[in-house]
């Protein structure tokens, strides 16, 4: 997808809130973000898109001074990019201006993005709304503690599922596919089956190329979050707790 339709980022920060919008998907994903940028829980639609997007919002509190009201638009390639973006936070960007990457068109419907990025704009606030409604009601401390528990929760549930894993294997695990094109994507997977934990090692997977079809870092670990919640066998929140007991190395 190479229009400015293909993703858009509209953040708003509180303890953190962030919405998405492919307009084409009619998809209209939401999430909540704790202090320190790490997802809490975000609506079960196009998982990708929400499980990147933490690193963006990570990326964007170190990168640049936010204050409050903030709104900060935004499809960074390295940082959390889901699609080839036209939309970047340079102001050039949204003036129909080509994008900064090969095979990138400009916008071909200006005024409805626009419009798109309000309405973004204007459900954070209600988002945000709601969130200091609960602030009000149970204090800062207690709902930034839940939001640690969630994510507690979702941590215990992967190590559990890791060490049941490692009980039926010998604690390692391979696995090669090939792209249409012929990228090949290599996995290693070893766990500690004491502390519950595992190294994801993509060595030996194809370097980037020119096309549509690259994973920055932040597309990997989306990709993992939803595989572990997948395989734990029971709901949980999809956040970065899933995370938590995974190290992962990727080529650069």
Known sequence: MSSLTSSFRAKLYLLGGAGSLNPELLDFSCALFGPDGGLVSNAPHIPV??????????YQMWAIEINKGDCILSNHPCAEGVHLPDLTVKV??????????????????????????????????KGIHLVQELI??????????????????????????????????????RESDKMDYGSVINLRVEIDLKEG???????GTSPMVINKLNAPK?????????????????????????????????PK
């Open 49 to 58: 898109h929400l499980g990147a997007m933490q690193d963006g919002v990570q």
């Open 92 to 125: 050039t960007a949204i003036l129909m201006l080509p994008g900064d990457f090969a095979r990138c068109s400009g916008t071909h419907n200006l005024h409805g993005h626009l419009a798109d990025l309000r309405a973004l704009v204007v459900a954070n606030q």
């Open 136 to 173: 009000s009601s149970y204090g800062l401390e207690v709902v930034q503690a839940y939001m640690a528990h969630i994510q507690h929760h979702a941590e215990v549930a992967v190590r559990n599922l890791l060490r049941k894993v490692s009980m039926t294997t010998d604690g390692v695990l």
């Open 197 to 203: 934990s595992a190294t994801f090692d993509f060595e």
């Open 218 to 250: 932040a597309i990997n670990k989306s990709a993992i979050i939803y595989c572990l919640k997948c395989m734990v066998g029971y709901d949980i929140p999809l956040n970065q707790g899933c995370l938590a007991p995974i190290h992962l190395l990727i």
